[in-house]
């Protein structure tokens, strides 16, 4: 059997995400798309034509075409994702789940313990701890250049989303950008995995999370539009996380160590360049260095990244591709699966705190995660 036919994915759901998965499949030439569903008829017909993807008129055949050794990308809207990932499970194919994983967190435990019952796959977006930038991060975190971590600032502030032109944001092949999931779903749910995945994996998972939200634009009942949380990591890092779209905006990310401050400036550029900063005392004063060092791993070419689309310079495919070898390879399922759960609640955690909720204790875990092969240490050290 081919390479190719060994990689076989199937798409279900292709609104304005799916687009961005397209250019970062590209990027994979030994992956075969066989197929697309979608339930609006129209957009199905103008993305399958615009990629030149097989166009599937239900679920059920797309799912009845793909090999068991094959991967179900579910890019449909959030409130979907519980309903087609279960169907996709009850099929007896493996699954790739956009953000979030279920928007509650019986559904998402019912997805893994499906999953683990019919020996299947399950993982969700995002992605970006897979980057080259989570992973030069993460390599620079687990080397001494730091010291010992004691705090985390991490910020995915998006502007006043609210007063944006977004009828104007269309994707490639001109899906409008889902505005209705931002406002009814919220900035949390949308955006925290974003920096949680990496904190996670970097810090181990989240014991106790203490926050706040609130929705403070738009007239009509609307998810929370700012949550504030101070997560408590079981290996005793604290990080306060901050998601809205009303403040400008940023995405910077500080990790405060005894040696001084390691900062990036985008979670959503997959190569944006990490610094360190050494504290420095200059007679009376405390201060941390005016000249940063930029730190890099051994291979710059750790893997690709399609041409910026959007405001974000990211392979929406490495989660999919890290599971597809997963499959090939017949790793263990279990830390992708883990992840994906323990983010999820922490999200819901952020998302759901309004205004008295105090702490919660965290009811998932995950097991330690595993650096990629390429980003073990940073060019010039041991």
Not at 120 to 138: I, M, V
Not at 290 to 313: M, Q, S, W, Y
Request: contains cysteine; negative net charge; charged residues 20%.
């Amino acid at each position: 059997m081919g390479q190719e036919t060994q990689r076989p994915i199937a798409i279900i759901g292709t609104g304005y995400v799916a687009d961005f998965y397209m250019k970062s499949i590209s990027l994979y030439p030994d992956v075969t798309i066989l197929g697309a569903f979608d339930l609006d008829a129209a957009r199905l017909s103008k993305f399958s034509e615009y990629w030149s993807v097989p166009a599937f008129q239900s679920m059920a055949d797309l799912l009845a075409a793909l090999p068991e050794v094959g991967l179900v990308l579910n890019l449909t809207n959030p409130d979907a994702h519980f309903d087609v990932s279960r169907a996709c499970l009850m099929a007896d194919r493996h699954v790739y789940s956009e953000k979030p994983l279920a928007m509650r967190m019986d559904q998402a435990n019912e997805l893994v313990d499906l999953a683990n019952a019919r020996g299947l796959r399950l993982g969700a977006a995002p992605c970006s701890n897979l980057s080259q930038s989570a992973q030069t991060l993460w390599a620079a975190v687990r080397s001494d250049i730091l010291g010992k971590v004691r705090l985390v600032y991490a910020e995915i502030d998006d502007g006043f989303i609210r007063q944006a032109p977004i009828e104007h944001w269309k994707s490639e092949t001109g899906a409008p950008w889902p505005s209705e999931d931002e406002f009814q779903i919220g900035c949390t749910m949308e955006h925290a995995g974003y920096y949680l995945t990496w904190l996670i994996q970097m810090f181990g998972p989240v014991r106790t999370v203490v926050a706040a939200s609130a929705q403070l634009t738009g007239d009509e009942p609307a998810a929370q539009d700012l949550s504030v949380g101070v997560l408590f990591h079981t290996s005793g890092v604290v990080v306060r996380l901050t998601c809205s779209i009303i403040a400008p905006h940023n995405h910077e990310l500080r990790i405060v160590g005894d040696k001084g401050v390691l900062e990036l400036d985008e979670c959503w550029d997959n190569l944006a360049a990490v610094r360190f900063r050494k504290r420095l005392r200059i007679r009376r004063r405390l201060l941390e260095a005016p000249l940063a060092r930029k730190l890099r791993l051994p291979d710059k070419n750790t893997h690709p990244v399609p041409a910026k689309g959007g405001a974000a310079t990211m392979n929406f495919f490495l989660g999919p591709q890290q599971m597809l070898e997963d499959i090939a390879s017949d790793n263990d399922p279990a830390p992708m699966m883990q992840l994906a759960l323990h983010v999820n609640e922490v999200t819901l955690a952020l998302q759901n705190a309004g205004e008295h909720s105090g702490s919660r204790a965290m009811q998932t875990t995950c097991d330690p995660q595993t650096p990629q092969t390429w980003a073990q240490t940073l060019k010039g050290t041991r």
